[in-house]
């Protein structure tokens, strides 16, 4: 399985305001709408990081390459990707005249972290360091955003950095979040041989068995990622067995 693993930056929307608290603003206040600024990305497991802007190569080009990789993408790891960088990519493609990726499946982290987890923040950053992987890479905050809109080859060094290392990270919190992870897309999908659905591991471990109401199951557990599976193949219970209720 092809697994993708990406962040985006994106440059602030432009307004008009009249203050800087509780102001809702409209359409004809608008200057200037968000758009993709790069992108950092890196197939699962390989040590080469991607990485292209609009200042590196202009728009089009940049947008041509963030296209083909999700196009060969079976599977594609974000943090908050399904609400936030897929959809503005989308966006982007749109606008571009530039027809939809092939599809492939989402495993967004953030509703990992969510909904199996409670940290005290589920924001990258936090989650990275509390599991003990590093965080992200410091910068001046807002400005530094604003020099790269303004083609500060400096700020656009950092960009890169900073942006590369997101990437870095979401692999490392990928890799501790696999055993956690339900619904992940199927390693035995793409392998000839039976194998851990979520990391495509062999070192599965018989561990006991999953029952539904008629059937019985083989259970299994990973011994290299901890995910929970069973045989696909079922043995019908007995006819003794099946108790009417």
């Known amino acids: 399985m092809k697994i993708l693993l990406i962040d985006i930056e994106v440059a602030p929307n432009t307004a008009h305001v009249w ?38 190569s202009g728009k089009q080009k940049m947008l041509d390459s963030v296209h083909k990789l999700l196009d060969e993408a079976d599977a594609i790891v974000h943090y908050n990707g399904s609400r936030f960088d897929i959809p503005i990519l989308h966006k982007e493609f749109l606008l571009s005249g530039m027809p939809p990726p092939a599809p492939s499946k989402q495993i967004d982290l953030l509703q990992v972290a969510r909904r199996q987890f409670r940290f ?97 199951y083989q259970r299994f557990q990973c011994q290299q990622c901890g995910t929970w599976s069973r045989a696909a193949k079922a043995e019908q219970l007995s006819k003794e067995s099946v108790i009417s209720i």
């Open 19 to 56: 203050g800087i608290f509780d102001q809702n603003i409209s359409i004809n206040q608008l200057l200037e709408s968000s758009y993709t600024l790069c992108y950092a990305a890196k197939w699962y497991g390989e040590s080469k990081i991607m990485f292209d802007s609009i200042q590196k």
């Open 120 to 216: 005290v923040s589920n924001k990258l950053d936090y989650v990275a360091q509390a599991l003990g992987l590093g965080g992200k890479t410091e910068h001046e905050g807002h400005t530094l955003w604003v020099k790269c809109m303004n083609d500060d080859r400096k700020a656009w060094k950092i960009m890169e950095e900073y942006n590369k290392n997101d990437v870095v990270l979401l692999e490392k919190v990928y890799d501790k979040f696999k055993g956690w992870i339900k619904h992940h897309p199927n390693h035995n999908a793409y392998s000839a041989h039976s194998c851990c659905p979520n990391c495509g591991s062999n070192k599965l471990q018989k561990r006991g068995t999953a029952i539904t109401t008629t059937r019985h």
